[in-house]
């Protein structure tokens, strides 16, 4: 018989790519719970994954309506994706998303960086899509630590019990 | 479910080591299950346990957001005091359920 060893999570890398509300509250959910459970979490945001991070657009983030199919109207018919093309409609959805959210105590973006970097978590920039958007340390939160490569993004994944994430 | 001694009393546990019955909680239960974890229980300790305790009774979901918020001690300050499990460690001490908020 084989002994089954139990390696319990120590570390988890989570990379967020895309700037949809539920995309980045993805990766900021679990990271926060990764600390919150005695975890080292590090964020790593590329591509448009950049806007959580970005002083100008972090609490601006918006859910599409178009061409998302689990959108439905209120009571559960379907959202047809042309409704979702009207001028406001997306960034009236993404408020009331928002406010659903507060009423479970999740917080704006800002003020979950603040709760994660409180419990030991890292947030750390894509250096090759920063370059690409022309983003500079200054343009990003206070609470991204460094602008990184992927190079130093996998020199931070060693030892035992560590996952990468790709949200 | 378990018995366990804690301080002299007999108390029912859940296999994670929260107190069945919010009840029986007592400072010295809180005191003893925090030196089974290494951590001494001081003031500020009590005080976020009777927060978690009242907001628990009152029927609310807790969360850390909301600890930080009660003017008692900001997020920083709740990792610091219950390491490793700011609402984990600090509900099983309050004699409360496991939280089961993701937050």
């Known amino acids: ?167 | 479910m378990a018995e366990k001694n804690l301080a002299g009393k007999t108390v029912e546990v859940t296999e994670e080591g929260y107190l069945v019955n919010t009840g029986d909680w007592s400072k010295e239960i809180a005191a003893e299950m925090a030196k089974e974890d290494g951590i001494e229980l001081t003031d500020k300790h009590y005080e976020v346990l009777d927060y978690l305790r009242k907001e628990q009774a009152a029927g609310a979901t807790l969360t850390i957001r909301k600890v930080g918020k009660s003017g008692i001690t900001d997020i920083k300050g709740l990792y610091q005091l219950f390491p490793g499990g700011p609402l984990k460690l600090s509900s099983k001490y309050a004699g409360i359920p496991k939280p089961a908020s993701c937050v």
């Open chain 1, 1 to 167: 018989m084989t002994e089954v060893k139990e390696t319990p999570l120590k570390k988890v890398l989570i990379i967020v790519a895309k700037a949809n509300i539920e995309d980045v509250y993805a990766g900021l959910i679990m990271a926060n719970g990764a600390v919150m459970e005695g975890i080292e979490a590090k964020l790593f945001f590329t591509f448009f994954g950049l806007d959580a991070i970005t002083k100008k657009y972090m609490n601006k983030l918006h859910t599409s309506t178009v061409g998302n199919p689990g959108m439905r109207m209120p009571g559960g018919l379907p959202f047809p994706t042309l409704l979702g093309a009207i001028p406001g409609v997306e960034a009236g959805v993404s408020a009331m998303m928002k406010k659903q959210m507060d009423e479970l105590d999740v917080p704006p973006v800002d003020e979950f960086l603040d709760m994660i970097t409180a419990g030991g978590g890292e947030i750390y920039a894509c250096k090759m899509a920063a370059d690409m958007f022309k983003l500079t340390k200054d343009d990003l939160s206070d609470h991204v630590e460094a602008i990184i490569t992927v190079g130093d993004l996998y020199a931070m994944s060693g030892g035992e019990g560590t996952q990468i994430i790709f949200t």
